[in-house]
């Protein structure tokens, strides 16, 4: 499969596009600065791009099958973030110039304003609110491609992420914000990054999710 990676320099986005290399994908990294990609591949192709440039991106993304976006942004106290929505802004107008409607992109778990009011009390008071400037725009942007009726859109929701290559754990999944605990296991608040990628990944021949927000664990 063709697939077009945005964020393929981040550290969910490297496991990523590692992963579908493996899987023999033909992979374009999308990316705002080619040399912070090491890796070298016959199926790999690195491009430069903005991100916030719909006329940048719709050249990379004729002929793909799927874009999967890892794409982060950093934590602001001090105003809005706004990299989430302006970027899938641009994203989805590529799209349709370009005539490819899946994309595949990650988020995180709490992303509405009132899903963590029943999480662990450190999660609640302090971590949440620490984030919610990045969770906030993340909610704005899941809100945005909502509204697409010609778009083939997921949200992977995962976990707080830890740098941790793919294991074999099984995948704990609940549409909605958060993994709630139940009777038979307990659920992680964190989720390496390996394993995010390989849950996005398996979303590529499966409609299983498709228009469907997806929170992810592993047990």
């Known amino acids: 499969m063709k697939i077009a990676v945005l964020g393929a320099t981040g550290q969910t986005g490297?496991?990523?596009?590692n992963q579908a290399l493996q899987q023999?994908?033909?992979v374009t990294a999308i990316v705002r600065n080619p040399g912070k990609l090491a890796v070298h591949h016959e199926n790999l192709k690195v491009v430069e791009a903005d991100i916030f440039s719909a006329d940048?991106?719709?050249?990379?993304f004729k002929g793909q099958d799927v874009i999967l976006s890892c794409l982060g942004f950093p934590i602001s106290f001090f105003s809005a973030v706004t990299g989430y929505s302006l970027s899938m802004s641009s994203v989805v107008a590529a799209m349709r110039e370009a005539r490819v409607n899946r994309i595949i992109i990650m988020?995180?778990?709490?992303?509405?304003?009132?899903?963590?009011?029943n999480s662990p009390y450190l999660i609640r008071f302090l971590m949440l609110p620490m984030i919610r400037t990045l969770l906030t725009n993340m909610y704005e942007m899941e809100q945005f491609l909502q509204k697409t009726e010609d778009i083939t859109w997921t949200v992977v929701r995962?976990?707080?992420l830890k740098n941790l290559p793919a294991s074999a754990q099984e995948f704990l999944t609940q549409e909605g914000y958060f993994v709630p605990n139940g009777k038979d296991y307990t659920v992680s608040?964190?989720?390496g990054r390996g394993d995010v990628a390989r849950f996005m990944l398996s979303l590529l021949n499966s409609n299983a999710w498709v228009k469907k927000g997806v929170a992810i664990a592993t047990k």
Request: aromatic letters at 10%.
């Open 107 to 117: 988020t995180s778990w709490f992303t509405e304003p009132e899903s963590g009011v």
């Open 24 to 26: 023999s994908h033909t």
């Open 14 to 17: 490297q496991y990523l596009v």
């Open 189 to 191: 608040h964190s989720v």
């Open 158 to 160: 995962p976990a707080g």
């Open 56 to 60: 940048s991106l719709k050249v990379h």
